[in-house]
């Protein structure tokens, strides 16, 4: 090693290191060190230099402008060489305390602390890294210059491939770019194992990543620490106030304890207000999706639109299941809602909103999912689907396939005994309560179709792939807007779809050619299936009564079932028992088959064509909610449109650039151009009454610093009552 009086002459030239020559610098990710805790260096990619226009490794006497260009080269060299550095030593100055020297050694200095070999762990200890190597590059002010005074190549350690050195801690970063990139794929759901292979596509391989899965969620983990700094309940707050400024349309009801501590919150936006008021006839209220971090509840109102598809009418998370909060809830929900009741409400089996239901909304008819309830049954009758492999047939044909409830306890009489189950306190009182959930009970309630396992299904998948019990309530918020945006649009490709094309005819009846015209795509779509297989069955007349004729209806070749058509005197009002008019609001194959033998196939009769599944469902307007359908997706914000512009106008520019090292080189001093001059101009914004209410809004940030009521996060585990709390929301908006 060179001591300080060995330096160079001062002839000796002075480095200025080229971010262009040397690799471009991201934020180093040490081991065990929070990711924003790091320096950040340069906004470029991990790379490893090709070539250089000075020397490739450092010498007693080399001399650089700044202290960063000489940490930028020994690391560059170190990359090269296949080890990592990190800083030892600085020292002050005497006289102004300014720096004066710096010492960069390898990360395999020194040795581990006996005091944490000799800790208890939990845990297995991990490998020991440090080895006392003794390599490191010292430097050293000189007036205004900094001269590398010491100097030491030897390692006692096996040094790695350039390739390999890529995963080492020093030369691990997460760049911006892949923040942002990072913080999209995570807001959308996207696990740690796909964001990286998604960064390894971007970049070219994985070693061109030039960080691993362990830093990503580190720099995720630093992001969720600033939230519960900031506060977490404060923040979704903030949002709701924000979004309440954007569009008057959107209401909100927070409960917040005698301590501040956030409770119960129920959100909806102006697009599940008015969907509700077009198709709230039918709702199922569930609560039990996954929870937060909180143990807080997630409780969807969800109802179908006029192409079947599932649809939101707000969104809850609930402080605990108690009667008291699903009764706040409703309450809630119903004034938000113009005080609207639904004519039929499904939700899961569970006592305290059974209570509550009763409670708030009387008048509405309660079902219990079917799709909840059938989940329950391999775990208490384990026993019975072990031992008799037929009992899941036995028993899907009597939940499923009986018509009438005759046929229903009839079969499920020769279950009980068959198998055994006649003790079976359980099954006993789920008996009692088949009116909420057998279908052979429900045929003639109106459900929209909604009782069907296969939709309540598709809705727990569909909001697993959005939301996780991890999931902060502030950024909870922000992943339910995304479901609904993808709902809605996915209802608005079905609009366009609907009215841009023209459905294929099946049959020769005039009643199709008017269902295409009134329906929509997928209510036609089952309508047309309908009447396509009513050429299927046969009528024959049973008996009259007075003036109604009841028929027969039986599929061709087959004498069961036989589905019973009730025509009353006009002959243009029907019943069947199957119930399909009742239950979904579309006419069945056993009506239209009668229909057909009393040659009424000319006419769709306007009694039995519901509004809710015709083209213009959303026709009527709503005055007493501020902001339509349309309007909302007005609402935008307008930063992140000029963004996503701009990016897609780059994208092809790159794509130009990457043709030749000409091309990408002229690119590049362009862009260093454009860059500097964005730099140096100054926005001055200000916001007027000819500008659009967005652009007016204060940043979240803003609209934090000035609350008047600061809220507190809610506890890990909520155990208090709803009397605790007081309401903060706002449904007064509406």
């Given at each position: 090693m060179?001591?300080?009086s060995?330096?160079?002459h001062?002839e000796?030239?002075i480095?200025?290191?080229?971010?262009?020559?040397?690799?471009?610098?991201?934020?180093?990710?040490?081991?065990?060190?929070?990711?924003?805790?790091?320096?950040?260096?340069?906004n470029?990619?991990?790379?490893?230099?090709?070539?250089?226009?000075g020397?490739?490794?450092?010498?007693?006497?080399?001399?650089?402008?700044?202290?960063?260009?000489a940490?930028?080269?020994?690391?560059?060299?170190?990359?090269?060489?296949?080890?990592?550095?990190?800083t030892n030593?600085?020292r002050?100055?005497?006289?102004?305390?300014?720096l004066?020297a710096v010492?960069?050694?390898?990360?395999r200095?020194?040795?581990?602390?006996?005091?944490?070999?000799?800790?208890?762990r939990?845990l297995?200890?991990?490998?020991?890294?440090?080895?006392g190597c003794?390599?490191?590059?010292?430097?050293?002010?000189d007036?205004?210059?900094?001269?590398?005074?010491?100097?030491?190549?030897?390692?006692?350690?096996?040094?790695?491939?350039?390739?390999s050195t890529?995963f080492?801690?020093?030369?691990?970063?997460v760049?911006?770019?892949?923040?942002?990139?990072?913080?999209?794929?995570?807001?959308?759901?996207?696990?740690?194992?796909?964001?990286?292979?998604?960064?390894?596509?971007?970049s070219?391989?994985?070693?061109?990543?030039?960080c691993?899965?362990?830093?990503?969620?580190n720099?995720?983990?630093s992001?969720?620490?600033?939230?519960f700094?900031?506060?977490?309940?404060?923040?979704?707050?903030?949002?709701?106030?924000?979004?309440?400024?954007k569009?008057p349309?959107?209401?909100?009801?927070?409960?917040v304890?005698?301590?501040?501590?956030?409770?119960?919150?129920?959100?909806?936006?102006?697009r599940?207000?008015?969907?509700?008021?077009?198709f709230?006839?039918?709702?199922?209220?569930?609560?039990?999706?996954?929870?937060?971090?909180y143990?807080?509840?997630?409780?969807?109102?969800?109802?179908?639109?006029?192409?079947?598809?599932?649809?939101?009418?707000?969104?809850?998370?609930?402080?605990?299941?108690?009667?008291e909060?699903?009764?706040?809830?409703?309450?809630t929900?119903?004034?938000?809602?113009?005080?609207?009741?639904?004519s039929?409400?499904?939700?899961d089996?569970?006592?305290?909103?059974?209570?509550?239901?009763?409670?708030?909304?009387?008048?509405?008819?309660?079902?219990?999912?079917?799709?909840?309830?059938?989940q329950k049954?391999?775990e208490?009758?384990?026993?019975?689907?072990?031992?008799?492999?037929?009992?899941?047939?036995?028993?899907?044909?009597?939940?499923?396939?009986?018509?009438?409830?005759?046929?229903f306890?009839?079969?499920?009489?020769?279950?009980?005994?068959?198998?055994?189950?006649?003790?079976?306190?359980?099954?006993?009182n789920?008996?009692?309560?088949?009116?909420k959930w057998?279908?052979?009970?429900?045929?003639?309630t109106?459900?929209?179709?909604?009782?069907?396992?296969?939709?309540s299904?598709?809705?727990?998948?569909?909001?697993?792939?959005?939301?996780?019990?991890?999931?902060?309530?502030?950024?909870?918020?922000?992943?339910?807007?995304?479901?609904?945006?993808?709902?809605?649009?996915?209802?608005?490709?079905?609009?366009?779809?609907?009215k841009?094309?023209?459905?294929?005819?099946?049959t020769?009846?005039?009643?199709?050619e008017?269902?295409?015209?009134?329906?929509?795509?997928?209510?036609?779509?089952?309508f047309?299936d309908?009447?396509?297989?009513?050429?299927?069955?046969?009528?024959?007349?049973?008996?009259v009564?007075?003036?109604?004729?009841?028929?027969?209806?039986?599929?061709?070749?087959?004498?069961?079932?036989?589905?019973?058509?009730?025509?009353?005197?006009?002959?243009?009002?029907?019943?069947?028992?199957?119930?399909?008019?009742?239950?979904?609001g579309?006419?069945?194959?056993?009506?239209?088959?009668?229909?057909?033998?009393?040659?009424?196939?000319n006419?769709?009769p306007?009694?039995?064509?519901l509004?809710?599944?015709?083209?213009?469902?959303?026709?009527?307007?709503?005055?007493?909610?501020?902001?339509?359908?349309?309007?909302?997706w007005?609402?935008?914000?307008?930063?992140?449109?000029?963004?996503?512009?701009?990016?897609?106008?780059?994208?092809?520019?790159?794509?130009?650039?990457?043709?030749?090292?000409?091309?990408?080189?002229?690119?590049?001093?362009?862009?260093?151009?454009?860059h500097k001059?964005?730099?140096?101009?100054?926005?001055?914004v200000?916001?007027?009454?000819?500008?659009?209410?967005?652009?007016c809004?204060?940043?979240?940030?803003?609209v934090?610093?000035?609350?008047?009521?600061?809220?507190?996060?809610?506890?890990?585990i909520?155990?208090?009552?709803?009397?605790?709390?007081?309401?903060?929301?706002v449904?007064?908006?509406?």
């Amino acid at each position: 090693m060179a001591d300080s009086s060995d330096l160079g002459h001062p002839e000796e030239p002075i480095y200025n290191i080229d971010s262009d020559e040397l690799e471009a610098e991201s934020e180093n990710i040490q081991c065990d060190v929070n990711v924003e805790d790091s320096v950040n260096v340069e906004n470029g990619v991990n790379v490893i230099p090709s070539s250089s226009s000075g020397p490739l490794e450092p010498f007693i006497g080399m001399i650089f402008e700044e202290v960063e260009d000489a940490q930028t080269f020994y690391k560059a060299y170190a990359r090269r060489q296949g080890f990592a550095i990190w800083t030892n030593h600085t020292r002050l100055s005497k006289d102004d305390k300014t720096l004066c020297a710096v010492d960069y050694v390898c990360t395999r200095e020194g040795f581990r602390r006996v005091s944490r070999k000799d800790t208890d762990r939990q845990l297995p200890e991990p490998a020991e890294t440090k080895i006392g190597c003794k390599a490191m590059m010292g430097i050293k002010k000189d007036g205004e210059k900094w001269i590398v005074n010491k100097f030491v190549v030897g390692h006692n350690h096996i040094l790695l491939t350039p390739r390999s050195t890529s995963f080492l801690c020093g030369h691990r970063g997460v760049t911006k770019v892949q923040k942002k990139l990072i913080m999209t794929l995570n807001e959308s759901g996207v696990p740690t194992r796909k964001i990286m292979s998604v960064l390894s596509k971007d970049s070219g391989g994985e070693f061109n990543v030039g960080c691993i899965g362990k830093d990503v969620e580190n720099y995720l983990g630093s992001k969720r620490r600033k939230i519960f700094e900031e506060g977490d309940a404060q923040r979704l707050y903030s949002y709701f106030l924000d979004r309440q400024l954007k569009e008057p349309g959107f209401v909100f009801s927070m409960q917040v304890d005698k301590d501040g501590s956030m409770g119960s919150c129920f959100w909806a936006d102006a697009r599940s207000r008015a969907a509700y008021q077009y198709f709230g006839d039918v709702v199922t209220f569930d609560a039990t999706y996954l929870t937060n971090i909180y143990k807080m509840s997630f409780v969807p109102f969800s109802g179908v639109n006029h192409h079947h598809q599932t649809i939101m009418f707000g969104c809850a998370l609930l402080v605990n299941e108690t009667g008291e909060s699903y009764t706040w809830l409703l309450r809630t929900w119903q004034e938000v809602m113009l005080g609207r009741a639904p004519s039929t409400i499904i939700t899961d089996d569970d006592k305290a909103m059974a209570k509550a239901i009763v409670e708030v909304l009387p008048n509405t008819t309660h079902r219990l999912c079917l799709w909840h309830i059938l989940q329950k049954f391999p775990e208490h009758l384990a026993h019975v689907y072990n031992k008799f492999p037929d009992f899941q047939k036995d028993f899907r044909h009597c939940i499923h396939e009986t018509i009438t409830t005759d046929e229903f306890e009839q079969e499920w009489a020769l279950i009980m005994v068959k198998y055994d189950l006649g003790e079976n306190t359980w099954l006993q009182n789920l008996y009692s309560r088949r009116d909420k959930w057998v279908p052979a009970y429900l045929r003639s309630t109106f459900c929209a179709g909604m009782s069907t396992t296969q939709r309540s299904e598709s809705m727990n998948k569909f909001f697993k792939d959005y939301v996780r019990s991890s999931t902060m309530v502030s950024d909870f918020v922000h992943q339910y807007e995304k479901a609904i945006d993808a709902r809605y649009f996915k209802e608005k490709e079905k609009d366009v779809r609907t009215k841009s094309t023209r459905a294929i005819m099946k049959t020769p009846f005039k009643i199709e050619e008017e269902a295409a015209i009134v329906y929509t795509r997928k209510s036609f779509t089952i309508f047309q299936d309908e009447l396509f297989n009513s050429l299927r069955y046969q009528a024959r007349k049973l008996y009259v009564s007075g003036e109604a004729k009841t028929y027969g209806v039986t599929a061709h070749g087959k004498e069961t079932p036989i589905y019973h058509v009730t025509l009353e005197g006009d002959e243009g009002h029907a019943t069947c028992t199957c119930h399909k008019w009742e239950f979904m609001g579309i006419l069945c194959r056993h009506i239209l088959c009668v229909f057909g033998k009393k040659a009424k196939l000319n006419i769709l009769p306007q009694h039995y064509v519901l509004d809710r599944w015709t083209i213009n469902a959303k026709s009527r307007p709503i005055p007493d909610i501020p902001c339509s359908d349309d309007q909302v997706w007005q609402v935008q914000d307008e930063a992140t449109m000029r963004k996503s512009k701009s990016m897609i106008q780059l994208y092809d520019i790159v794509e130009l650039a990457s043709q030749s090292a000409k091309k990408h080189n002229h690119f590049t001093l362009a862009l260093e151009k454009v860059h500097k001059e964005l730099l140096a101009m100054e926005d001055h914004v200000e916001c007027s009454q000819t500008m659009p209410i967005n652009e007016c809004i204060p940043s979240r940030s803003q609209v934090i610093s000035n609350f008047s009521q600061t809220v507190q996060d809610p506890p890990q585990i909520a155990l208090q009552s709803l009397g605790e709390f007081a309401n903060l929301g706002v449904p007064a908006a509406m």
